[in-house]
């Protein structure tokens, strides 16, 4: 047997995985998730801005929500809608960061034509809020 796997042998024999570095390993897994989840959703909307059917929509409602978990905190998430060519109404949540949108106000939507459910954003050269906002768009996910 070699010397460095006696070695190895002998650190690893009894050695067993501390509370510390499960812990450690935990939270490195919950960023890594949180990352790639931020970057994929940053890499949806970027696509239905580049790529995705544009059209015109509205704003349906701004909702305040608290958080009573979390103190004080609170935010602010929009429901946005649009017709699709077939004449299908589509709601959809975002959150357009800084901007504020009123009931009825206009704004342009990209959507993804083969599933504008579950894809779509007001993300744009003017409003890149959803992207900052973090991941928390209902529509990009799923409803």
């Known amino acids: 047997m070699d010397i460095i796997d006696s070695v190895a042998l002998k650190k690893t024999k009894g050695a067993g995985v501390s509370t510390m570095e499960i812990g450690a390993l935990a939270a490195g897994l919950a960023c890594a998730t949180g990352?790639?989840?931020?970057?994929?959703?940053?890499v949806i909307v970027i696509w239905l801005v580049l790529r995705g059917?544009?059209?015109?929509?509205?704003?349906v409602k701004r909702e305040l929500i608290r958080s009573?978990?979390?103190?004080?905190s609170s935010r602010t998430v929009f429901t946005f809608a649009f017709r699709t060519p077939e004449g299908e109404t589509v709601e959809f949540?975002?959150?357009?960061?800084?901007?504020?949108?009123?009931e009825g106000a206009p704004v342009r939507i990209c959507y993804e034509p083969a599933r504008p459910r579950k894809r779509a954003t007001i993300a744009g050269p003017d409003?890149?809020?959803?992207?900052?906002?973090?991941?928390?768009?209902?529509?990009?996910w799923g409803s």
């Open 35 to 42: 990352v790639a989840l931020f970057l994929h959703r940053t």
């Open 53 to 59: 059917e544009r059209t015109q929509g509205w704003g």
């Open 68 to 72: 009573v978990s979390a103190g004080s």
């Open 93 to 102: 949540k975002d959150r357009p960061g800084a901007f504020r949108y009123e």
């Open 127 to 140: 409003t890149w809020g959803p992207v900052i906002r973090g991941f928390s768009s209902v529509s990009l």
